[in-house]
């Protein structure tokens, strides 16, 4: 098995390159890009138009000019990164457009010169010769603008082919180096100088004083010294004329504290301008620790820098003190005293920094990143000509300090104090700022709402970023030039109004706590010409509509819009863009909605109202209920015994005046049809020659049911027989299913006698049949009348009828069968 599957992993890796060395990735016709490919060599298959040609980070280690040869239009090739021992520069002697060639990065012992005569770029840096490759062909090369090399050895005539041509950058990395012959250096003519020192190695000082000489720009890295710094040779005054780099910039700089003040003395006696240090290491000296050994040197450097020298902006950053009995005073004292425009001093972990005791010339200071306290600067009055000043990343507590500390500083326009733990006591403490001052960052810091009673007056942009607001107090302070507020990141619940800020142009309040922002924001800040709200958590419900509708009033001043613009409340709709969130108009608009509901009641009651008018649907209504009941009713209690004694259907009463009425319809309208009903009638059942109180308990004992045909006429003349019967027997209020009124006219009220008082209980109670006016309505009376009174009555019945003369001498209309 191992053998099969050692030749499967070779197999797999063979095939791997193989494939790698086919497919170069393709972006651009006119690139082929090998890099990282595991090359051991340069393909074959490179297309011939390739321009550019990337073949870094592989493992090549040889080159011959059949692999190039083709390549007639490549003007880029990177062989950086690879393991190139010996280079022959003939191989691209085809290569007539090549301008740039990177050989950095190899194993490179031996170079075999050659002109190239369009070479632009050659970096030979990072390689492991000794001697310096440099050959008289290079003298041709008359566009090099780019060299670089490196080196172990220097010698005066390595660079005498270059000092003819007008280099823009040599590149030097001294990584064994061993040897230099001072003077060697200045024979180059270039505009930039970068020289790069071992790491681990002590620097070489003639080469830091000759590159000095050498170039315009210099940065060197890596300058380490790591022996007493009494054996540091004293510049040579005589070099020092020749110095020409305006910038300088020195990297990784770890020294001991006299070195540093002599290369500092060189340099302040220069024509640097620009002076940056970039991690810089103070160390104490080596042996015994002795203030006084380097004092003088301190006090010339006190008379140099009081002098006019050319210094202008000195930079020092990322400083780390190893230095632990110093007294910082002398220090500060110096660095207060320079007559720079430009001073910087970034993460040097610096507690304090003293006032210049002479009008400064500082235009510039940034102390970010430090230590500084509240007592910086305090009644400082020589900082007049400072524009810039700032203190980002520093220890300040008090706004009102920070207020009086620039309130001398008559120049001042930018003030940086974010990042620090300013807050404000708005009842302690009043406010001095410098009226000069248009530009103030007080970003991440612990400010509130009283910051507002703290702000200079003429403020133009104004960053209150990352603090404590809650609110913008309205009327407390008018900023009349603020034209830019940032209040992102604070705790506001509304957009503020612009009451105070008449001239804002932009607003950020985005990553507040706004859940509906004010809908009024761009009529109360007319000039605002953006305005920044997004990623607050928005509340997507009615109140939110106004705002929407801002926002396509605004005509596009809402920055982020729509996507930085979500609703977080209610859960269901997180996350969902504002601008899809619709509610109808009327679910929000209250008073729309109570006008809709009005306008609809008013609707059915107008309905109501025409039907009960117009149709009298209460009428219908009333008599289908009756009705029914009345069929009900019949249904459950089916008299049994009483069957055989009853004749009639129904006893009717009236009064005579009603009598045409009965005649006319009543008895045509019952008697007709199937189901013939039998009345117990006047002309044709009264028995003569009894009372009339015993006729009509005769007949209505002979009688289903008894009708009584109520009107005015009928309650004054006939009502008191019944009143009395009613009295005396309570028939019908046992049995009141057997009464039926109707009701032919109203009868108001104050027409019945006080003493009926069954007929007011039967009135009050309203179950009477009324006879409707319209026609229309009268067939469903009859069937309701019908209904009341159908009963099966025995056959025999049929036959009895009775022809009896009535006078009705008597007012009563009463007439029973039998
Ligand atoms: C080639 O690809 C590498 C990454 O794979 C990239 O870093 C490099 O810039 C590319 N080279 C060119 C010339 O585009
Ligand atoms: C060559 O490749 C190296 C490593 O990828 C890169 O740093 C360098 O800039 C490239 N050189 C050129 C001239 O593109
Ligand atoms: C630096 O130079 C001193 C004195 O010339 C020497 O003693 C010391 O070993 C050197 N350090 C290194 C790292 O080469
Ligand atoms: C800063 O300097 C120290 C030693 O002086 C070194 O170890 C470190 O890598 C440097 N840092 C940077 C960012 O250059
Ligand atoms: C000083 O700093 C300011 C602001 O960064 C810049 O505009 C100016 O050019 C600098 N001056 C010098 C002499 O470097
Ligand atoms: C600067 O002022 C301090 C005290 O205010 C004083 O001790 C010091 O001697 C002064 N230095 C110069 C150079 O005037
Ligand atoms: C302050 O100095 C640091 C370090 O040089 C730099 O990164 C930063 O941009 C400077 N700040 C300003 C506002 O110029």
New binding site residues.
């Given amino acids: 098995m191992r053998p099969l599957t050692n030749i499967y992993v070779f197999a797999s890796a063979f095939i791997f390159m193989l494939w790698n060395n086919i497919q170069p990735t393709v972006e651009n016709e006119f690139i082929a890009n090998y890099s990282s490919s595991l090359l051991t060599n340069v393909p074959k298959n490179i297309p011939v138009h390739t321009h550019i040609l990337d073949l870094s980070h592989n493992r090549i280690s040889g080159l011959s000019i059949s692999e190039f040869i083709s390549l007639s239009d490549l003007q880029v090739l990177n062989l950086s990164r690879n393991l190139i021992t010996e280079l022959d520069l003939s191989v691209f002697i085809y290569n007539e457009d090549l301008e740039y060639l990177d050989l950095s990065h190899n194993n490179i012992l031996k170079v075999y010169c050659q002109t190239l005569a369009n070479l632009r770029h050659l970096d030979m840096s990072f390689n492991k010769y000794t001697a310096l490759p440099i050959c008289q062909e290079f003298r041709n090369m008359f566009h090099l603008e780019y060299l670089g090399l490196s080196a172990t050895v220097i010698r005066r005539s390595d660079f005498r082919y270059f000092t003819h041509l007008q280099l823009h950058t040599v590149f030097l990395t001294l990584e064994d180096f061993s040897l230099y012959e001072p003077q060697s250096l200045t024979a180059l003519n270039t505009r930039t100088l970068h020289i790069v020192f071992a790491a681990n190695r002590n620097f070489s000082f003639p080469l830091l004083y000759d590159g000095m000489s050498t170039s315009e720009n210099l940065k060197i890295v890596n300058l380490r010294y790591t022996s007493s710094y009494k054996d540091f040779p004293s510049p040579h005054l005589t070099l020092l004329k020749k110095i020409k780099t305006t910038v300088l910039m020195l990297d990784t700089v770890d020294l001991q504290w006299p070195i540093i003040l002599q290369i500092f003395l060189l340099i302040w006696y220069s024509p640097v301008?620009?002076l940056t240090v970039t991690n810089l290491t103070f160390r104490g000296p080596l042996e015994g620790l002795a203030e006084y050994d380097f004092l003088p040197l301190l006090n010339s450097l006190k008379q140099l820098i009081s002098l006019d020298g050319s210094m202008?902006?000195l930079t020092l950053e990322h400083v780390h003190n190893k230095v632990y009995y110093f007294n910082q005073e002398i220090l500060y004292r110096q660095f207060s005293e320079m007559k720079?425009?430009?001073l910087t001093i970034y993460d040097a972990y610096m507690p304090h920094m003293l006032c210049p005791n002479r009008t400064s010339s500082f235009?510039?200071v940034n102390f970010s990143h430090n230590a500084l306290t509240d007592e910086l600067f305090q009644n400082c009055g020589t900082l007049t000509d400072l524009k810039?000043l700032i203190l980002q990343r520093n220890k300040f507590e008090s706004l009102a300090k920070v207020s009086f500390m620039t309130s001398h500083m008559k120049s001042l326009k930018y003030l940086d104090m974010s990042s620090n733990l300013l807050s404000h006591d708005g009842a302690d403490a009043r406010c001095q700022w410098a009226e000069s001052l248009s530009e103030l960052d007080l970003s991440s810091n612990q400010l509130t709402d009283v910051v507002f009673e703290c702000l200079p007056v003429n403020i133009k942009t104004l960053n209150l970023q990352n603090n404590q607001i809650a609110s913008v107090p309205r009327g407390v302070t008018e900023l009349k030039s603020l034209a830019e507020l940032n209040l992102a990141l604070n705790r506001l619940a509304d957009l503020p109004g612009c009451s105070g800020f008449s001239s804002l142009e932009f607003l950020n309040t985005e990553m507040n706590l706004i859940l509906t922002p004010s809908a009024d924001f761009f009529q109360s800040c007319p000039r605002v010409r953006e305005l920044q709200a997004g990623h607050n958590p928005f509340k997507c419900s009615c109140e939110l509509q106004d705002f929407l509708r801002l926002e396509r009033r605004s005509g596009g001043k809402l920055a982020g819009w729509p996507a930085a613009y979500l609703c977080e409340y209610p859960s269901a709709l997180r996350g969902t863009q504002l601008k899809d969130f619709h509610l109808s108009e009327l679910a929000c608009n209250t008073a729309l909605l109570l006008v809709t509901a009005l306008l609809l009641t008013l609707v059915l009651v107008a309905v109501v109202a025409f039907l009960c008018i117009y149709l009298d649907v209460p009428w219908y209504v009333r008599m289908t209920w009756q009705w029914t009941q009345t069929k009900r009713r019949a249904w459950h209690s089916r008299p049994e015994g009483q069957e055989t004694v009853l004749q009639f259907h129904a006893f009717v009463s009236y009064s005579e005046r009603d009598a045409l009425w009965v005649k006319n319809e009543l008895i045509p309208n019952l008697e007709k049809g199937e189901d013939c009903v039998q009345l117990c009638q006047h002309e044709r059942n009264f028995i003569p020659g009894k009372s009339i109180v015993e006729n009509i308990i005769t007949c209505i004992e002979k009688s289903y049911k008894s009708i009584f045909v109520l009107s005015p006429n009928f309650v004054q003349s006939e009502w008191c027989h019944y009143e009395l019967y009613f009295a005396h027997h309570k028939l019908f209020s046992e049995n009141s299913n057997s009464l039926i009124l109707i009701l032919l006219e109203p009868i108001p009220p104050y027409i019945i006698p006080a003493r009926y008082h069954k007929l007011k209980a039967l009135m009050a109670k309203r179950t009477y049949l009324e006879w409707p006016k319209e026609r229309s309505k009268r067939a469903l009376f009859w069937a309701n009348l019908r209904a009341a009174i159908s009963i099966n009555l025995p056959t025999y019945f049929e036959a009895n009828e009775e022809e009896s003369d009535v006078t009705s001498t008597s007012s009563i209309s009463q007439y029973v069968n039998n």
Avoid: D, L, V
Wanted: without cysteine; proline residues 0%.
């Fill in positions: 301008e620009h202008k902006a720079i425009a430009n235009q510039y810039y």
